[in-house]
């Protein structure tokens, strides 16, 4: 990767094709060019415009070297955008890298562990979001409790990092943009 700094580039706002219960987001998704500028693959947090609305984000690893954004709709109202719209977006990382939002279940986990739950409190910001980031990543309900509970006990045993996981999605395909609607 390159030296990290800001981009400003002009994308689709795409509507997904399964968007869930919430059928009101959007999503972006960076040129390979912008994502080069960021300082790594995996999640990232940004600060940054759409149509010169403010926001601050996490990025997702799209699966492809770059990244994706998920528009929620008070952000598509506030920057005047609707999917099919091409919008102007400009991003550099978030310094510091905030804090990220820890799951329900991994806290309660960590909550039964106070050897696990003082690992996590001595490792980085970034080391953080790997973990949460691994156990977000599973696709099925007993994959991401089997995660829970080897976090924990990782943790627990003083491992402070995430071995073996591809953060970028790129090589194990565990992680990929949504797909867009036609």
Known sequence: MTET????FKTKLLRPADPGKDGSWAFLVLPKAA??????????SVEGT???YPFQATLDPDGQLSHWLKVNKELQEAATASPGDTVAVQVS????????????????????SSAAKT????TT???RLDWIHWIESAKQAKTRKRRVDNACAMLASGK???CC?????FYSKSLSAPKAKD
């Open 5 to 8: 700094q800001a981009s400003t």
């Open 50 to 52: 759409i149509n010169g």
């Open 160 to 162: 402070m990092r995430v």
């Open 119 to 122: 690992t996590w409190e001595d």
């Open 125 to 127: 910001t970034i080391a």
């Open 35 to 44: 994502s080069d500028k960021l300082p790594r693959r995996g999640r990232t």
């Open 165 to 169: 996981f591809d953060q970028s999605g």
């Open 93 to 112: 990382p978030a310094d510091p890298e905030p804090e990220p939002q820890l799951p329900d279940d991994l806290q309660e986990a960590l909550a039964t």
